[in-house]
């Protein structure tokens, strides 16, 4: 057993499949209606589209902000409970890599109108409306 045949099955050749591997694929028609694998199950994800818009749009207002601040923002805007290393494994998938190194500088103007763009997107995308 185990040697692949040349199998005769409804007036077609198959060539080089097993007997055991042509029982599946017919088991798998008569129970599916189609010889393709079956959708798996899995952990549904954590994080939802808006979420993870979210995350990358505050990250990239500040770049100074850590993963564990942008998680408790995320909890309290969306109500959201995620791990800080959840955050990071996003962001990393968007392709942005940490978090910036705040300077000991004086008030960069571009950082504060970064945070303007964010206290706008927290206060209008995220608010629900009353609906008339």
């Not at 591997?21 to 694998?37: A, D, L, M, S």
């Not at 939802?48 to 942008?70: A, F, I, N």
């Not at 190194?101 to 960069?108: H, I």
Request: proline share 5%; glycine share 6%; charged share 25%.
């Amino acid at each position: 057993y185990g040697k692949k045949k040349n199998i005769y099955i409804n007036k077609v050749w198959l060539l080089a499949i097993s007997k055991t591997g042509i029982q599946k694929i017919i088991k798998r028609y008569k129970e599916n209606g189609t010889p393709n694998n079956r959708a798996r199950s899995g952990r549904p994800p954590k994080l939802s589209p808006s979420d993870k818009m979210y995350l990358q749009l505050s990250s990239l207002v500040d770049r100074t902000r850590s993963c564990s601040t942008l998680a408790s923002d995320l909890k309290i805007c969306t109500g959201v409970s995620v791990h800080p290393a959840t955050v990071r494994k996003q962001l990393k998938a968007m392709g942005l890599k940490g978090c910036v190194r705040k300077s000991s500088a004086k008030k960069d103007t571009v950082l504060y109108k970064c945070n303007l763009i964010h206290s706008f997107i927290n206060t209008f995308l995220f608010q629900s409306f009353p609906s008339d």
